[in-house]
Structures are given as C-alpha cells and as structure tokens.
C-alpha cells in the first residue's frame, strides 16, 4: 500500500479476457492457446505496473485455468503481490442466462480459481457489465466479499445498440457510481446486502464510461477529458479498468478493423496507458480491489464508533 495521501484511493482493476473471449463476440472461433492478451498485452501492461509499484486486481475467466501456461503466468501475478478475482466460468453475459447458470458462472468460478492457484478468491465481476438484479443473493452464497459488475453509466442504451447484449439499462443509469452495500433483492441499488459493490467509476459528472478502451476508442482527446474531469471532480476512490488486449498489435484482433480507434499502433497505445496510470497514481494511494473494502470497512467502523 502506498501511502502519500490517506484521503484517496485508486484501485486498478484488469479484465483479462483471452482473445478467444473477445472474438467469440464477432462470432470467430479462436484458439485458447497460444493466446497474445496472456504475452503480449500482459507482459506490456505488467511493465507499466512496475513503473508505478502498482498491485492490481485480475479478473480472470476459470476456462483459462485449463491451460498449462496461464496457470503459470497466473501463480506469477500471485507471487508478485497482484490479486486474482473471477470473471466467470466461460466469459458469458449473466443477462442471457436463466436462474441456475447464473449460479454456477459465480459459484464455479470461485472454486477453479482457488484450486488451481491456492488462493481465496474475494472478488467477482460479470464479463460485459451484463449484471443481473438477483446477483447479490449468489455471490453472498459463495462467499464473496466483493463485486464489480454495476457500471452506473449514462450510455446503458448505446453499450446495448454496440453489442447487442440485453442490459439493465435504466437501472444503470441510477446505479451509484461510488463504493455501496447493495440490495439483496436489487444489486444496481443500495441496500443491506453481506457483499460490498465496487463499481468501475465513470467519467465525473457525464457517467460515460472512462476506462481505458475507451480511451483508445475516443483517442487523446478524451482520455485529456476523463483526466480532467476526474482532477475537477477529486472523487475519494477511482476504480479504473485496463485490458490486456488493448496493448496488444492491432494485427493480431479482428475487432480492431470494426471498431474506430483500436488500429491505434501499439506504441502510442502504451503511451496512453502510461500517461493514464502515472496520472492515476499522482497523490492518490493504490490498492488492490480487496484492500480497498478493508479501507471502507474500516472508514464505516470509524464512523459508527464516533456517532
Ligand atoms: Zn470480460
């Protein structure tokens, strides 16, 4: 834990989807293995953590841990102080699937993880920000202590349009955007849930999303905005979000033809990135995912014990 200014707090976290996860979203059928999201874009993103002394949280897919060499690289991010959170079984969106799937997406997950690595896994995010009202109930059940799926956005209608996945989208437009206890009946809402909800911060003030593939989609200019917006706005904890892929050639990813902004050279790329994490990192202390809920647990205790 770094600890320059005790007021606020940055958490990173990293979905690592394979590209075999991404492109299954074209409906292109790419090997798991040799995969360059788990080369190429974690060795450059690794190195720019390293620049910073940042520990960050990996949300990881358990139909990776089937492959030799990612459980490799994987137990290298343990031993080097990062933590591992789940990201589900298969990398599908919690908004397609009926009760009993949803289920075991969150309760499977958690226990491939923590056999495979040797650790107790704390944290849970479903793949696309396709949350589910009735999640909390299942992640409590499993024994998580966190969740990132909510994303209190404005552009719930547009993220929909772009990739056809069902969200909740008015529910998104209401959600917090800043740490909460949710509902156990309702996961986008406040209540009195055993779990704690980290949400992805949105960009300050618009609740457009701010992490960094959109960066790389909206170029310089509105990382320059995002970056802004956030110094104007000084939230007390930001919890921003990086894909491996992004790093990754664009030669390599179908999707980066389709998709304005992801043909940027993989240089100017990492420059962005670097840019982002120093900016991130400036008078702010940088914790894993799971510290983060120890600093609001303990911010609440301080509270009830003054009132
Ligand atoms: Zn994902």
Redesign the pocket.
């Given at each position: 834990m770094r600890t320059q200014d005790r007021k606020h707090y940055t958490t990173i976290q990293v979905?690592l989807?394979g590209l075999w996860?991404?492109e299954q979203l074209i409906g292109k059928d790419v090997p798991i293995d040799p995969d360059p999201v788990f080369i190429m874009g974690l060795e450059r993103l690794l190195r720019l953590f390293e620049e910073n002394k940042i520990k960050a949280t990996f949300?990881v897919?358990a139909r990776d841990l089937g492959v030799g060499r990612k459980v490799e690289l994987l137990k290298d991010l343990v031993a080097r102080g990062h933590e591992i959170a789940s990201?589900g079984v298969g990398?599908r969106y919690l908004s397609r699937l009926g009760k009993d799937e949803i289920k075991e997406e969150i309760v499977e997950s958690k226990i491939v993880l923590e056999k495979a690595l040797g650790i107790i896994v704390a944290g849970f995010?479903a793949?696309?920000f396709a949350a589910t009202k009735e999640m909390s109930v299942f992640l409590e059940e499993a024994g998580y202590i966190y969740d990132s799926s909510v994303f209190g956005t404005s552009c719930g209608f547009l993220m929909e349009m772009v990739s056809g996945v069902p969200y909740m989208k008015t529910d998104m437009f209401f959600a917090p955007s800043v740490p909460y206890r949710p509902s156990r009946s309702n996961i986008f809402r406040a209540g009195d849930s055993d779990i704690m909800e980290i949400p992805v911060t949105p960009m300050p003030f618009f609740r457009t999303p701010a992490h960094f593939s959109y960066a790389v989609i909206g170029g310089s200019m509105y990382a320059g905005m995002v970056r802004a917006s956030f110094r104007l706005a000084s939230p007390e904890m930001i919890n921003y979000l990086f894909?491996p892929l992004d790093l990754v050639d664009s030669s390599m990813v179908t999707m980066s033809g389709k998709v304005y902004g992801l043909d940027t050279k993989a240089n100017r790329k990492i420059d962005m990135a670097r840019k982002m994490l120093t900016f991130l990192c400036k008078g702010r202390t940088v914790v894993t995912t799971k510290e983060l809920c120890e600093v609001i647990k303990e911010s609440d205790r301080g509270a009830s014990e003054a009132s």
């Open positions: 979905d989807d996860a991404i949300f897919v990201h990398h995010k793949p696309g894909h």
